[in-house]
């Protein structure tokens, strides 16, 4: 059996984490090109992320370019031959619409949707005591 203190000592610790500044590294994300349509056409990231655009269509050549209507906003432009890949990194909250130069007339386009992350310190108290709830289960608590 485990006793009282050491049971409040683990809890003040997995608190402390839980509440602590977390350094979350960024992630990649992948939207590949096929024919003439992005997959997939719309992809929710957190700020920091990068999007990877990989082109594996035989023969054409395509870009990721940012702006609405066929109309480049200036954001991005980025060539895409036959089998290459770009990263474009997004540092800002926002949604974000692209398309493809040569082939937007049949509706090449694309969104990424670049979400604020949550606060560790804005979960509820309900998550937090499952989070514990579940270390002293896995213990054997």
Request: glycine share 8%.
């Amino acid at each position: 059996m485990v006793s009282t203190a050491k049971k409040l000592i683990y809890f003040v610790a997995v608190t402390a984490m839980l509440f602590s500044p977390v350094f979350v590294q960024s992630a990649e994300h992948v939207v590949e090109i096929i024919g003439t349509s992005f997959s997939p056409p719309v992809i929710s990231i957190p700020i920091g992320d990068s999007v990877r655009w990989k082109n594996n269509t035989s023969g054409l050549f395509h870009t990721t370019t940012s702006g609405t209507g066929c109309v480049a906003d200036g954001i991005w432009n980025l060539s895409l031959p036959f089998m290459s890949e770009v990263v474009v990194p997004f540092p800002t909250a926002g949604t974000y619409l692209y398309f493809c130069v040569p082939h937007c007339g049949v509706n090449m386009t694309g969104t990424v949707i670049v979400e604020e992350t949550v606060p560790v310190r804005e979960k509820t108290w309900g998550s937090i005591k499952a989070l514990y709830v579940g270390a002293r289960a896995q213990r054997g608590y």
